[in-house]
């Protein structure tokens, strides 16, 4: 199956500061990638998306950027506020099935 | 987006006992997935519930530990067999959107074996 690694585990940004996560997959059948946070003791919400035609999707401090090449897509969060802190979680879908990165923990620093 | 209810929310279960999850929703959909999330761990595939027949399993999970099943479009369930303490995790139950192909969550059942 789809394998994606993620990086950096954890992550502390000062507020106002730009986050980047990244993540690679090995399954070139992979098209879509979705992120999703997790706050403590919640379920993850999904944040934003990308598809394999695209190469790269802002939505409001939020961006994501593809490069199908190379497989690997990241996240930018920029302006971070202390509610962004939570677990970030990439994802690869090669069909239907979801496979979910190992995870980021994001420490915002007021 | 779809609302997906999960029971238990939470339970303590003895060693070598089963318990079984259940996952509504309140509108039929085509793809319904169970993960597990074992403490501070990503998102790990555990099966696809496939409706009117048998669930896939992903490498590692095997039908006899993890018994799934998938009556419907709204309904399904995830057993826990012969749990062992290193089962405590939050098993989660996950749909696919049908028009989008987004995935969504339900609020997880959080087991600790004992």
């Known amino acids: 199956g789809e394998n994606v690694e993620q990086h950096p585990s954890t992550l502390s940004v000062q507020e106002g500061d730009s986050a980047v996560i990244k993540c690679t997959y090995s399954?070139?059948?992979?098209?879509?990638f979705p992120w999703y946070k997790q706050e403590l003791g919640k379920r993850p919400q999904l944040i934003i998306d990308?598809?394999?035609?695209?190469g790269e999707k802002k939505d409001q401090r939020i961006a994501v950027t593809l490069n199908k090449t190379a497989k690997h897509f990241s996240l930018h969060i920029t302006e971070t506020q202390p509610e962004d802190s939570a677990v970030y979680f990439c994802?690869?879908?090669?069909?239907?099935?979801?496979?979910f990165g190992t995870g980021t923990s994001l420490t915002v620093i007021p | 987006s779809a609302v997906i209810s999960q029971k238990p929310s939470r339970d303590i279960c003895q060693r070598g006992t089963s318990l079984t999850i259940q996952c509504q929703v309140d509108?039929?959909?085509?793809?319904m997935f169970w993960y597990r999330q074992q403490p501070g761990q990503s998102l790990t595939l555990i099966a696809t519930?496939?409706?009117?027949?048998?669930?896939?399993?992903e490498s590692g999970f095997v039908i006899d530990k993890f018994p799934i099943s998938r009556p419907n479009l709204t309904f399904s369930t995830l057993t826990v067999s012969n749990m062992s303490p290193e089962d405590s995790s939050i098993y989660l139950c996950?749909?696919?959107?049908?028009?989008?192909?987004?995935?969504?969550f339900g609020e997880g059942s959080r087991l600790t074996v004992l």
């Open positions: 994802a690869a879908a090669p069909g239907n099935q979801f496979y």
């Open positions: 399954d070139s059948a992979s098209n879509y």
């Open positions: 990308i598809r394999s035609n695209v």
């Open positions: 509108s039929q959909v085509t793809m």
């Open positions: 519930a496939n409706q009117g027949s048998e669930a896939t399993y």
């Open positions: 996950s749909i696919e959107r049908d028009l989008t192909g987004e995935l969504f």
